[in-house]
């Protein structure tokens, strides 16, 4: 049973490029969270989608937007990237009000 | 709001001996999840424990147990028998009533187990 898979695991940009992160939950899960790590940090949360639907949104401004398919796979996009954008990107997927199960995570880099 | 306060930037500890990790935590939710993770060098965030806050007992896990005390609003983690392998970035995380399922994370402890 495959957990949760995230690509690609590592990128490189430059300011003002944008972005496409990608997730496939585990199997069984319908609920996807997005959470931005900067180096030394815990995990902030962006947004979470269920149901093709962005259910909850933090304290992220407009560049930061999503998808959520109905396989229930999700994308992160982030628009005219700045270098604070630099961190580890997590992907986590539950089902209601389950156990959360994170992947090992894109680390973008913006020069 | 939610907030996780973790006061121990890193922590180094002898192999085999028993290691308390520090968390607080503050809520306005009448209800809420407390969750441990580990998170090694590759990134995973690993889920290790977790205490609702009305389970009457405190939760364990394997050699991972839960300290967790209500009134204090504290949720400490105890490793029993520490192992090398136990080195990592510890996270205490929050998540509120049905509604607010986000996670709110604390800063983490970096430990350190020492041969």
């Known amino acids: 049973d495959a957990g949760v898979t995230q690509s690609p695991t590592h990128l490189i940009k430059t300011r003002g490029q944008q972005v496409t992160l990608r997730c496939s939950p585990k199997?069984?899960?319908?609920?996807v969270s997005w959470y931005q790590q900067a180096l030394g940090q815990g995990p902030q949360f962006i947004f979470q989608y269920y149901e093709e639907e962005e259910r909850q949104r933090g304290n992220f401004p407009d560049r930061f937007s999503g998808h959520q398919f109905p396989n229930y796979s999700s994308e992160l996009n982030v628009n005219a990237l700045l270098l604070g954008d630099s961190a580890l990107y997590l992907c986590?997927?539950?089902?209601?009000?389950?156990?959360?199960?994170f992947g090992e995570g894109s680390r973008l880099t913006v020069l | 709001a939610q907030k996780i306060t973790q006061t121990q930037p890193g922590m180094f500890v002898q192999e085999k001996e028993a290691v308390t990790l520090d968390c607080t935590y503050d809520t306005s939710d009448p209800s809420y999840g407390l969750f441990w993770y580990k998170q090694p060098s590759s990134g995973e965030m690993i889920f290790l424990i977790y205490q609702g806050s009305y389970d009457q007992q405190n939760a364990t896990e394997g050699r991972y147990s839960l300290n967790f005390q209500k009134a204090r609003k504290s949720a400490n983690l105890v490793i029993s028998a520490s192992q090398l392998g136990d080195s990592a970035m510890y996270f205490c995380?929050?998540?509120?009533?049905?509604?607010?399922?986000?996670?709110?994370f604390g800063t983490g402890t970096r430990l350190t187990i020492i041969p």
């Open positions: 199997s069984g899960h319908d609920t």
């Open positions: 995380a929050m998540r509120g009533d049905f509604g607010n399922e986000k996670l709110t």
């Open positions: 986590a997927s539950s089902s209601t009000a389950g156990e959360l199960f």
